[in-house]
């Protein structure tokens, strides 16, 4: 019976998937296209499912879907964010190919606005929870019955109506970037009610400027000068450069593989270690499911030989960007150093009170002598002990991926803050930062553990770049961390709650599956609880959108941090490190 039933099942997806295809088929007339079958969505609504597949027949058929691809590979290795953009690309594409579709097939406008409001009754928690989704919930109204929203949302719908009679695929692309840019205006910022608006102003000067766009501005204006960049390498064009764009996997060609390490240090700044300690540490962490994945230790680009690079430049204009944003708040940043160092003052000088403890040696107590020869109890004395403040040992790792891009000063801000607190009680520290390139995970060192207190000031060099193996990274910061003597050791680390590796590094790791959702964050969750199985504490300070809240409690369990206003950024901090110093 439970074979039959498994077989029944099996039968109906078949069935389901073969009228999906089919209609796309039909709506295209290619039949060399292939679709995934979103089961959730069929269980939401046939009319969800049977539109998507006429919208992806109808774009096929009425535009260019590789170049369309090759603009979100583009957008991706700058460090958009793959589900917003794929999210708001529905809407254009949808705007794009209805008119057709419908002056072609009458019964497609039916299906369309059938598929619309089950979207609205049976998908209102994904619409109502981000701001891209209460766009789409915008849209879906406006073209049902002419609903019109706020401006701001208003303003994104008629963008978009602006595709009804577009005819080339570039159209829809530009329309693209225009409404992701207004559209994803990261609401993190906005939270931190501490920071003065001089502070979002001048983020938004960066927030766009991504290092994708520099290069490309830098090929532009010296096309003479040998450079080693994947996106415009030797005037490569980019489709040769990207062989394969599918499941969320960009793979990169055999000639930009060969030359990843070349780029990786042209751009993020040479290793720190020798060959043979950077083959050392390869061959100890990298295992696994990183085992085809490398790690580049390195103190970045203006603490090398390539400080007159332009990409130095770019971290330079970075740099000068975050420490302007200190400079306007310096008031609550000096509030929150105090505030979280004098946290720890009060718990170190608590451990520093001396201890009357029951032991078998020390000063006899005479109020226990009554059990002498009634109990086996041998614990007849008292000892003082003094608990050692200086056994801990801090290290701060921080997410550097282009999610970050939006943010980057408020979580340099965040990293400066904590490393300015354990240094004025002399708790050694170390600062990280990491993103992922190809095979590399790239560990920037902003200030090592016996740095004096002015290379605090180097985490302004923290910039947001490419894409987050985040439990390789946490995985290398341990190590070195287990190296220390200190007995007491602390991870801290700062993320979005998104570990997210979508480019493989070469042809033959194009099957390897995706870094990214529910694989990345089960993962890291892994080793995070292997660190605190040796005892390490690890707190995850969030630093994202709220969408992805429930991946950080995933990974960190009870022990993370979710701070919306910076004012209170010591307290919910300080928390956490006085538990663990009085704890222990």
């Known amino acids: 019976m439970e074979n039959e039933e498994r077989w029944e099942a099996e039968a109906n997806r078949l069935d389901i998937r073969n009228r999906i295809r089919n209609l796309m088929w039909t709506v295209s007339q290619d039949y060399e296209l292939d679709i995934e079958v979103d ?5 939401k609504s046939k009319y969800i499912a049977f539109y998507d597949a006429v919208r992806e027949g109808g774009f096929a058929r009425y535009f260019n879907v590789e170049e369309y691809e090759a603009y979100i590979t583009k957008r991706v290795y700058a460090g958009w964010e793959p589900s917003v953009l794929l999210a708001l690309g529905r809407l254009c594409i949808d705007c794009a190919v209805y008119k057709k579709l419908e002056k072609e097939r009458r019964g497609v406008a039916s299906i369309r606005r059938r598929a619309m409001r089950d979207t609205l009754e049976k998908d209102g928690m994904r619409l109502t929870h981000t701001d891209w989704g209460h766009v789409e ?9 002419g609903t019109e929203a706020d401006e701001r949302n208003q303003g994104l719908i008629c963008l978009i109506g602006t595709l009804e009679d577009a005819e080339r695929t570039s159209q829809i692309t530009d329309c693209l970037s225009a409404v992701y840019e207004r559209a994803y205006a990261k609401g993190f910022t906005k939270k931190f009610k501490g920071l003065s608006q001089e502070l979002m102003d001048s983020g938004e000067e960066n927030k766009e400027y991504t290092d994708k766009e520099y290069l490309e501005e830098e090929s532009e ?3 003479d000068e040998h450079k080693v960049n994947l996106f415009t390498d030797e005037l490569m064009e980019e489709e040769d450069l990207v062989s394969r764009h599918k499941a969320n996997v960009i793979v990169l060609d055999e000639e930009s593989s060969s030359r990843m390490e070349e780029y990786v240090e042209r751009n993020y700044g040479k290793s720190y270690l020798t060959a043979q300690e950077q083959k050392h540490q390869n061959s100890q962490i990298c295992r696994g499911n990183h085992e085809d994945s490398r790690l580049h230790f390195t103190d970045g680009l203006l603490h090398g030989d390539l400080q007159e690079s332009a990409k130095a430049e770019y971290v330079k204009k970075v740099r000068d960007e975050n420490l302007k944003v200190l400079n306007l708040n310096q008031m609550v940043t000096r509030q929150n150093v105090q505030m979280l160092a004098n946290t720890l003052k009060r718990a170190l000088l608590t451990r520093n009170e001396k201890e009357v403890v029951s032991s078998e040696y020390g000063n006899i107590c005479a109020r226990k002598l009554w059990t002498l020869g009634r109990t086996d109890n041998r ?18 790792l921080i ?26 009680v002399r708790i050694p520290q170390r600062v990280m930062g990491f993103c992922t390139f190809g095979d590399f995970t790239i560990m920037q060192r902003f200030r090592d553990y016996e740095d004096d207190r002015a290379a605090n000031e180097r985490i302004f060099e923290f910039y947001g770049s490419a894409n987050n193996r985040d439990g390789l990274a946490v995985r290398a910061a341990a190590d070195s961390l287990e190296k220390r003597k200190e007995e007491n050791k602390i991870l801290i680390v700062l993320s979005d709650g998104r570990p997210n590796d979508v480019i493989a590094g070469s042809l033959r790791d194009r099957k390897k ?13 892994t080793e995070v609880r292997k660190l605190r199985n040796k005892r390490v504490a690890v707190l995850g300070v969030f630093a994202g959108e709220e969408e992805d809240l429930q991946a950080e409690k ?5 022990d993370f941090a979710y701070i919306r206003d910076i004012s209170n950024f010591a307290n919910v901090v300080g928390r956490y490190l006085k538990r663990q110093l009085l704890d222990v």
């Open 399 to 424: 997410d550097a991926s282009g999610s970050q891009q939006g943010r980057q000063a408020l979580v340099a801000l965040q990293g400066y803050i904590i490393s300015e607190a354990l240094s004025i």
């Open 137 to 145: 919930a915008c849209y879906l109204r406006f073209m049902l019955d």
């Open 39 to 43: 089961q959730e969505a069929w269980q």
């Open 221 to 223: 204006e010296s096309q």
């Open 513 to 525: 599956e995706a870094y990214c959702t529910e694989f990345a964050v089960r993962d890291t969750a």
């Open 379 to 396: 614990r007849l004395f008292e000892r003082e002990i003094i608990r050692d403040n200086t056994d801990f040992v801090v290290e701060v």
């Open 554 to 558: 995933k990974i960190f369990g009870k």
